[in-house]
């Protein structure tokens, strides 16, 4: 996990961030704030340099056609915004309509926290991951909604703390919006709740 960071220059810009407003970081309740940021951005941002489609690598062959609707809703989610980088969390609800091949359930949060995990927008995850699961499972159809509450929305700016940002994010048989109505019923969300 990590692998792509360097704590130590993290910790050094630290330092230099807390001298900057005025702090002193040699102070015994800041000394150690330097490392555990660095450890946070680490595990923040494990994703970078990581291939989310190789969680995909281990599908199971369903046949020709199953039909059937594949639904995991109310995966945790949480990334850091790219512009401030302030955390934003919340769920993701994905579905999908296999073609030839299945994953295992649980594949599709690790993508999900895999793209997560670096700087991003919650409008590119949506669509990452709904292309990853296109690319590597071959669907008829995917659908993506993510809904969050930013932290640059919340705690800076307009200081909206009860927001919620959705964004929707689909491919093949799953464009349409009668498609998308089944599947917004499916996971209890309002039709057309895009952003």
């Known amino acids: 996990?990590?692998?792509?960071?360097?704590?130590?220059r993290i910790a050094s810009a630290v330092r230099e961030l807390i001298s900057a407003i005025g702090e002193n970081p040699d102070s015994p309740e800041l000394a150690s704030t330097p490392f555990r940021v660095a450890d946070s951005y680490a595990e923040f941002f494990a994703g970078v340099g990581r291939d989310p489609a190789v969680l995909l690598s281990d599908s199971v062959p369903v046949g020709d056609d199953t039909g059937e609707l594949v639904v995991v809703r109310d995966i945790s989610l949480r990334s850091m915004c790219?512009?401030?980088l302030l955390p934003f969390r919340g769920r993701a609800h994905i579905a999908y309509r296999p073609n030839e091949r299945v994953v295992g359930l649980s594949a599709i949060p690790r993508v999900v926290d895999v793209l997560a995990a670096r700087p991003q927008m919650q409008e590119r995850l949506g669509e990452q991951i709904a292309q990853t699961l296109d690319d590597g499972?071959?669907?008829?159809?995917?659908?993506?909604?993510?809904?969050?509450?930013?932290?640059?929305?919340?705690?800076?700016?307009?200081?909206?703390?009860?927001?919620?940002i959705i964004t929707v994010a689909s491919r093949g048989s799953l464009e349409g919006a009668a498609e998308q109505a089944a599947v917004f019923a499916l996971i209890g969300r309002p039709e057309g709740g895009a952003a």
């Open 137 to 164: 499972l071959r669907p008829h159809g995917v659908l993506v909604v993510l809904e969050a509450s930013h932290g640059c929305v919340a705690d800076r700016g307009v200081r909206q703390s009860d927001s919620t």
């Open 1 to 8: 996990m990590g692998d792509t960071v360097d704590r130590e």
């Open 82 to 84: 790219e512009h401030h």
